[in-house]
Each structure stands twice: as C-alpha cells, then as structure tokens.
C-alpha cells in the first residue's frame, strides 16, 4: 500500500496526515483486548501516572506480545512508512498511550525527534510514528494537538524542564524533559494554527518527528487509548554512543528490515 501524491505532498507540508479506516474494528479490538493482559502483568516499559495508581503508558508491546509484533508488519502501515522515509524500515520505538476517563494526565507541547536525538543518537530525522485510534477519539477526551507546518522549524533546542523526573522516565512523563517553549508555541501557531487529531477507532495519523504537538487532560468520561509506532530508516540507526542510556522498549535493539505480515490474517 501506498500513500498517493496529493496525501503524501500534503503530509510533506503540514508534516501528518489522516487515513481514516485503516484498521479494521476487528483488528482494533484484538489490539484493546490485549491491554487488559498489559495491566495485569507489569513489565518494565510499563508507566503510571504521576500518582501511581493507573496506566500511563505501555512501552515495547510488540517485544512480548505477537498482535502487536503483528501490527508493525502490518503492509498498510510499512508501504507508507517505505514510502515517506524513501528506505526500509524498523521500529525504534511502540507503546500505547492511555487516557483514562477523569484522569488522564496531559502531555507537554514537545517535538519527538529531539529525544531520539539526544537520548538514542539517532543522526537525522529519517523517523516517522502513525498514531492508531484505539478509541473514537472526539475534543473531549484528550486528542492530540499539532502545530501545523511546525516541522519546517526542525529540531527545537530547549533546556532541560527542571520538574522532569531523572533518567528515561522523565522522557515519558507528564513533566516531560524537552519542551517547547510558550512564547515558541505562540509563534507557531501564528504561523501554522492548530489542528486537533479527531475520528473513530481504526483512524490512523502520521507524523513527523519534528511536528510540534502536545495534548489536554482527559476529564471526560471516555477513555483515549492510541498505538503509536515509529519507524526508523535502517540508513539512519542510532550511534549508540549511549545505548545503555535508554532500554531496548525505547530504543529499538532489532534494527533487520521489517517484512510484511498481515495482522488480518494471523487468527
């Protein structure tokens, strides 16, 4: 599968695009069922809340589990990643990111790449995520927010935020460790606006490493559950001068090209 023209300029552009139904429901729910399993057997990738009593964030879901190792196979999803990163491809990094209803925590308006930058050594910005709608994801429930046109800015140098927990943690916290800064966002979205990344389950969203995004808490009653996958270029491996710096559910160890398998088909 392959992204057309038009699709594929405009994500250039505005750095995402939207392709709503590209997972079945049937494969989405095969994907939520196994979250219940996740919650029950804590694993090291696995991220609370600030006030350790829920689900913030399950990292590395396709290192233990085969619906997920199915899903990064999935042909819709590495033709395109192919596509926009012009190489094979692997994933450096999956978790799935929980917005539990009235109390999912927010995330910081933020860039990803600067994390893979800094964190894993990754040399350039050959990486791509497509974000999976777990949930019907509406304005009420935690969407994700991006900046439009944000990535044409590159990576945004920021100090490190002196609330952020040490270590890997504080790269998947609500305070998280590289932020963008306001008086930043107020010039970007000046330029860019903003566009809040809403549809039903099964919608998939991909994003540029550099777009600036950044998304509410949830106060409603509906959970927000969305798979995010990036896709490294097999060109662009991490240096690994600090590998130890950050585990293998953050910074991907299997770099091999990944071959296709279609999640449809593996029940």
Known sequence: MKINKSDLNSYLENGFLVQPNLISLEEIQRLVDCLNDFSKTPKPGHVLENEGKIYRAFHGCHLYDDTYNALIRKPELLGPARQILND???????????????????????????????????????????????????EFNGPLYFIPGSHQAGCIDSDKAIDAPEGWEGNVSSSLTYQV???????????????????????????????????????????????????????????????????????????????????????
């Open 88 to 138: 094979d491809v692997y994933i450096h990094q999956l978790k799935v990111n929980l917005k539990q209803a009235f109390s999912g925590e927010l995330w910081p308006w933020h860039q990803d790449y600067i994390y893979w930058r800094n964190e894993d050594k990754v040399p350039t910005n050959a990486i791509v995520s497509v974000m999976i709608f777990l949930d019907d994801i509406t």
């Open 181 to 267: 800064s306001e008086s930043q966002i107020t010039s970007l979205v000046d330029k860019g606006g903003l566009f809040s990344a809403i549809g039903k389950k099964g919608t998939a969203v991909w994003f540029d490493g550099n777009l600036v995004h950044a998304s509410p808490q949830n106060i409603s009653p509906f959970q927000r559950r969305i798979a995010i996958l990036t896709y490294n270029a097999v060109s662009n491996v991490p240096l690994d001068a600090h590998i130890d710096r950050r585990p293998a559910f953050l910074n991907g160890r299997d770099r091999q090209p990944l071959v296709e398998f279609d999640l449809a088909t593996s029940v």
